[in-house]
């Protein structure tokens, strides 16, 4: 079946820094999903791309879907306390179900 | 105000138990999902339903029952034959129509067997 590979697993940044976390696919897909999930709560959706080569901004948030269609990436620029979470990407099958990355975790070093 | 309500939060169970895990909608959503979340893991499919009166296995289905006689209510159990349940379950609905598809969570409920 569809499967999405993420990396990195955890990055560690001082506050200010950035942050990447990418996913990448070996087939075309349709669409992905970007979710955040802040410690101890639910997932939250954060954004949909379809597009090949599309760009969506929010705030210090930008995400961006391959011109293959098969990697996409959020990038946050100088992070800041409230980030902190773990980042999930995720495509949408026929079916409706969700393939899920296995998230990274964007820690802010003290 | 719409949403998706998980209860209880927390859920304290002895081993060999079966316990339900409560889950309700009110966001007129056809689809409802059941997913296990361990500690610093990711998500993995219990269940889910795309109708009223059907549903599918997911990955790790073993264990686990759900119904779906209301649109509204999709609950879970967690049988006695789960060999590792203790775990963090989230429910999540969304639409089957259109090309925004994105799931809403609720809080959870985080379960430990004792």
């Known amino acids: 079946g569809q499967q999405v590979m993420q990396i990195p697993q955890y990055q560690h940044v001082q506050e200010g820094e950035d942050f990447t976390t990418y996913c990448n696919s070996s087939?075309?897909?349709?669409?992905i999903q970007w979710y955040k999930q802040r410690p101890g709560g639910h997932p939250v959706f954060l954004i949909q791309l379809v597009k090949s080569g599309e760009v969506k901004k929010q705030k210090r948030l930008t995400f961006q879907f391959g011109e293959a269609k098969k990697n996409s990436s959020l990038h946050i620029t100088a992070t800041q306390t409230t980030d902190v979470g773990t980042y999930f990407c995720a495509v949408r099958d026929s079916n409706y179900q969700l393939i899920w990355g296995a998230g990274t975790k964007l820690i802010i070093k003290p | 105000d719409g949403g998706i309500t998980q209860s209880p939060k927390y859920l304290f169970r002895k081993e060999g138990q079966n316990v339900t895990l409560s889950c309700e909608q009110n966001l007129n959503h056809d689809a409802m999902y059941w997913y296990r979340q361990d500690p610093g893991q990711g998500l993995r499919l219990i269940y889910y339903s795309q109708i009223v009166n059907d549903f599918q296995k997911g990955d790790i289905a073993e264990g686990y029952s759900v119904s779906r006689e209301k649109k509204e209510s999709f609950p879970l159990t967690v049988t006695s034959a789960q060999k590792n349940p203790t775990a963090f379950y989230l429910c999540?609905?969304?639409?089957?129509?259109?090309?925004?598809?994105?799931?809403?969570f609720g809080p959870g409920t985080r379960l430990t067997v004792l």
């Open positions: 999540a609905s969304s639409t089957t129509s259109g090309n925004h598809n994105e799931q809403f």
């Open positions: 087939t075309t897909l349709s669409n």
